[in-house]
């Protein structure tokens, strides 16, 4: 029996969650399902809102430092969750990930240089860059039985001197790949060899399903290390993301000079009284709620995939091996991008990612999220059944 309910359904309408309260605005219909942006309908561990309420109750929000036990909590999460061994020398708060790669971008190259991204991929990989005026080259993954793997020949054919940075999306963001410990160290020789520096974010890490384990980039080889920035944070497992508690890690000390006094000259790297709270008490008082939460996801994700294959065998579920969203693959359908969505949008009423916003790959996909109660999963599977069966009848 779950000490924790994650069948509760919690109205977020009205909290100005972008998940339901931008619907109008993103998707023309305020009523929609929502299965999109990336955070879940849980409730967080009773911990973490305790921790905000007792600090709340003080009543004095003054300028703070992070702390000792912050540290310690990350250091100690790190090594339980990815015995990977790290020092608090290394650790620094970053006010998000995605901002986290835009300094680095800013930090370590210039207009004339390039960044590579391997596509279908969490789309600010190829938005934030494109916005700091930096070509975007690309290397697409591969899709192989259903699964994506990295197409380290073709990376090796694509790289010219102008390539400064790979941002990695470890483990990845929509096709759920937890990368093998080859996969990466093949990527850290390659990246290595021409001095691209990587960018790893590893925001999904958490969120890995056993049998498959997530290896932090650095920590596979010496050049993974001496030539990369981790990006991690408690947002997307413990559903905080509002609070913004991200950080890099970064243990080659002329990179992280060079990072932290970037971020430092514009106090980037000051994070605020909750962020540090919140990191701390979940670390700290989470791993419990994790466990439990993953099994509810892991649920949620075999639901879905047994409803598709009964019931929408045109639409097939990538299974993730980490994190709470499912790829699907919807090519069968033989509708255009556009028809498809509509399908989703007018047709189902669902609120889901649209596959091409991913990049080259993402067409014929489109990407669902399963970090909510089951009834709000049968309830989508269920109105996209009769979209589709209308679909067909009436064409
Ligand atoms: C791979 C990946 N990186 C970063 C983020 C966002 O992180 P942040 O809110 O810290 O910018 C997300 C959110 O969906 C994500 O999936």
């Not at 600090?55 to 992070?66: D, L, M, N, Q, V």
């Not at 006094?261 to 791993?287: K, M, P, R, T």
């Not at 991008?337 to 990049?359: I, P, Y």
Request: charged share 25%; hydrophobic share 40%; net charge negative.
């Amino acid at each position: 029996m779950s000490k924790y309910n994650f069948d509760e359904i919690i109205e977020r309408k009205g909290t100005n969650a972008l998940k339901t309260d931008a619907l109008a605005k993103r998707y023309g219909n305020p009523d929609l399902i929502p299965l999109w942006v990336a955070d879940m309908d849980f409730k967080s561990p009773a911990a973490i809102t305790e921790a905000i309420i007792e600090r709340a109750k003080h009543g004095i929000f003054g300028y703070t430092e992070p702390g000792q036990k912050y540290f310690d909590a990350i250091i100690n999460w790190v090594d339980r969750q990815h015995n990977w061994n790290i020092q608090q020398e290394w650790i620094t708060f970053v006010p998000g990930i995605v901002k986290g790669i835009a300094f680095v971008i800013d930090c370590f190259s210039s207009t004339e240089h390039q960044v590579i991204i391997q596509p279908p991929v969490y789309h600010p990989f190829r938005i934030v860059p494109t916005l700091h005026h930096r070509i975007v080259n690309d290397n697409p993954l591969k899709l192989e039985a259903g699964q994506y793997k990295m197409d380290l020949e073709g990376l090796k054919k694509l790289i010219n001197p102008a390539c400064r940075i790979l941002i990695l999306c470890n483990p990845h963001n929509p096709g759920g790949r937890v990368w093998t410990r080859r996969e990466l160290s093949d990527i850290a020789d390659i990246c290595h060899e021409h001095n691209i520096l990587v960018i790893s974010d590893e925001i999904h890490s958490d969120l890995a399903f056993a049998p498959h384990k997530h290896v932090p980039f650095a920590s596979v080889s010496e050049k993974a290390a001496m030539n990369s920035i981790t990006f991690m944070a408690p947002s997307k497992t413990f559903n905080i993301a509002g609070v913004v508690s991200s950080y890099s890690i970064i243990s080659n000390k002329e990179l992280r000079d060079k990072f932290n006094c970037y971020l430092a000259s514009s106090e980037l790297d000051e994070g605020h009284i909750f962020a540090y709270l919140a990191a701390q008490a979940a670390y700290d008082h989470g791993d419990e709620w994790l466990i439990e939460a993953k099994d509810y996801i892991r649920e949620n994700i075999h639901f879905a995939d047994e409803y598709l294959k009964a019931n929408i065998p045109q639409i097939k579920a990538m299974i993730p091996e980490a994190s709470f969203l499912i790829w699907l693959d919807c090519r069968e359908l033989n509708l255009s991008q556009k028809e498809l969505v509509s399908l989703f949008v007018d047709d189902a009423k669902l609120a889901l990612n649209d596959g091409a916003m991913f990049g080259a790959g993402g067409e014929g996909f489109m990407r669902m999220n399963v970090g909510t109660p089951l009834a709000n999963i049968q309830r989508a599977l269920d109105n996209l059944k009769k979209a589709v069966e209308a679909k067909q009848t009436h064409g």
